[in-house]
């Protein structure tokens, strides 16, 4: 199985930034893109950021200068760096990762933008 361990996400006022990190392990030869996306109360699951093994970077047109994406090939980690947040940012935030020609998501990472 492949373990996607999610952390980094919790309560932030308008404004202010949040880190959020995603750790892969487990059955995870052949790892290709890693990325992130959210769900917001209301909407459908929205793909936000992804990065490729060679460190090509997309972004979704509403978040383009708020986040930034990295990896770290070594250790199979993925972080997205949260900056000028707003309340309209609330929503649970996913890991994912491309294995081969599937792909695995995390449980999920809660992020609430409210003063």
């Known amino acids: 199985q492949v373990q996607l361990v999610e952390s980094g996400g919790g309560l932030v006022q308008p404004g202010g930034s949040l880190r959020l990190s995603c750790a892969a392990s487990g059955r995870i030869i052949g790892i290709n893109a890693m990325g992130w996306g959210r769900q917001a109360p209301g909407k459908q699951r929205e793909l936000v950021a992804g990065i490729t093994t060679g460190g090509s970077t997309n972004y979704a047109d509403p978040v383009k200068g708020q986040l930034t994406i990295s990896r770290d090939n070594a250790k199979n980690t993925v972080t997205l760096q949260m900056n000028s947040l707003k309340p309209e940012d609330t929503a649970v935030y996913y890991c994912?990762?491309?294995?081969?020609?599937?792909?695995?998501w995390g449980q999920g990472t809660q992020v609430t933008v409210s003063s």
């Open positions: 994912n990762v491309g294995i081969i020609n599937r792909e695995y």
